[in-house]
């Protein structure tokens, strides 16, 4: 997930000030959410397991801490109809905890892109996330987002345009359906009220589709616990 740094940092804040009671390690207590299990299945690899049951779950998001109540890092953004994650490769003797949400919102429609050449790029930082202003009234509290426009505007860069319709929405979710493929995936977080990014695509999107999701976040599950092995 290619996520914009102040904005992941920004979810992560507000999914640390969201915590969970869990029965395998300490946690703030909060609203009943996904019921989440850890296992050391090799000594630096855990595995995740939860039952789902949020109907109206358009994702999950994985996270997790290695302190009791510490700044979660965001590990994935999930299909909703994925129930298990590996945590692989991790450092030895070492607490982790984790925790799970449904992410909730409507998606635009999706629009398909085909990188084309370009010479050059943009002059400053293309990339950048903006919030161009927009004084129309939003008629939803997560309305789909429309008009969504790319701009191919470099070798290997998009730019993206939409209308916001969003008046409460945690932020946005840019993501991505490569040609071959049938998920689309996460492949960056913006703050709610922007309403143009730019992406550096990976090789395997000069050909793909790309839809923009309004969302918030459902009840956290248990915070589950597990210390790795190892030397």
């Known amino acids: ?128 996330p903006r919030a161009v202003p927009d004084d129309r009234a939003r008629p939803e509290r997560l309305g789909a987002p429309t008009n969504l426009t790319a701009e191919v505007v470099a070798a290997d860069g998009v730019r993206f345009s939409w209308t916001d319709n969003a008046t409460a929405e945690a932020g946005f979710l840019l993501e991505s359906r490569p040609a071959g493929t049938e998920e689309f995936r996460v492949v960056a977080v913006l703050d709610p009220d922007v309403n143009t990014v730019g992406l550096v695509t990976l090789p395997e999107e000069r050909v793909a589709a790309y839809r923009l999701r309004a969302y918030e976040l459902g009840p956290a599950s248990n915070v589950a616990h597990r210390t790795t092995g190892g030397p």
Do not use: K, Q
């Not at 595995?47 to 890092?73: K, M, N, S």
């Open 1 to 128: 997930m290619r996520a914009v740094p102040a904005a992941l940092a920004a979810l992560v804040s507000m999914l640390t000030a969201c915590g969970s009671a869990g029965a395998d390690g300490p946690a703030d207590e909060g609203p009943a959410g996904p019921d989440l299990s850890a296992e050391l299945v090799t000594p630096t690899d855990i595995a995740l397991r939860w039952r789902a049951g949020d109907p109206a779950a358009a994702a999950y998001v994985v996270e997790f801490a290695t302190e009791p109540g510490g700044r979660y890092t965001i590990l994935e953004f999930l299909p909703p109809d994925r129930t298990t994650f590996t945590h692989p490769d991790l450092i030895p003797r070492t607490p982790f905890y984790y925790r799970v949400r449904p992410v909730h919102g409507p998606p635009s429609s999706p629009v398909e892109v085909t990188m084309t050449p370009v010479e050059g790029a943009p002059p400053g930082d293309w990339t950048a």
